[in-house]
Every structure is written in C-alpha cells, then in structure tokens.
C-alpha cells in the first residue's frame, strides 16, 4: 500500500499541512511511520478521508496535453472479476468510474489510497442547468 508524506497529503487533499496534522491530532486520519521513520498517511485511509472531504478541487498538478479533460485525484474503490474491473476515483468533487480490464488495472498496480489522473475522451458530452435556474 502506497504511503503520502504529509505535504503530499494535504496537497491531495487540497488542504493545508497543519490541517492534515491537526487531523492526526484529534483522530480524524490516522498517521503511520513511513520506512525512512517519517510520519506518513497510508493511501487506503487518505481516500477514506477524501471521500468525506470531497475537496473543492484536485491538488494533483494535471498533465500538459489537455488539463480539460484529466482529473487528477484518489482511487477510492477497485472491484474485479474474472476478466474486468471497475475503478473509482474521487478526483476532487468528481466522482470518476472507469471500467476496464482486470489485466490493465493490475498492471497499473490501482488499489485504493493510489494516486491516479482519469483521462477522459467523450464522442457525446450532455450539459445541463442546476435545478432551480430559468
């Protein structure tokens, strides 16, 4: 399981490092001893945290081809089968889904609390209005 420094935490999570510790303080996210002996967040309980979170916006730089259409953010559920997977990534107040191969997701090594950016290459996108607007 891949573990964040705490910067890297709070920049996942779009928040401050002195928030991320004040949370380790109080009990809302649980630190561990990274292998170097820092104090380090593990993946699986930085997506439980960013799931409640929902940050406003991904902290993750996004690639330099086209940020439009890349969401940088957490894998916060993997679920496979026999021949396919269903990735989820909280990617700031997006919740992104993907299905793909078994063999791709293993060969990315997608597990919750990894990093990941969802590419996104739509033929049909649909727009509509918030409720509530004329």
Known sequence: ????????????????????????DNGRLRLVQD?????AVDGAELARVAKELVPAESALPA??????NHFPGLVTAVHKDGIMAQVEIQAGPH???SLMSREAA????????VA??????ATNVVVDLPRGRP
């Open 95 to 97: 919740r992104v889904v």
């Open 35 to 39: 292998d170097t002996g820092r104090m």
């Open 116 to 121: 990941a950016i969802a590419s996104i290459k």
């Open 63 to 68: 690639p330099r081809e086209s940020a439009r």
């Open 1 to 24: 399981m891949p573990h964040f420094r705490i910067s890297e935490a709070a920049r996942l999570l779009g928040v401050s490092d002195d928030s991320v510790r004040r949370w380790a």
């Open 106 to 113: 293993e060969e990315l090594g997608l597990e919750v609390g």
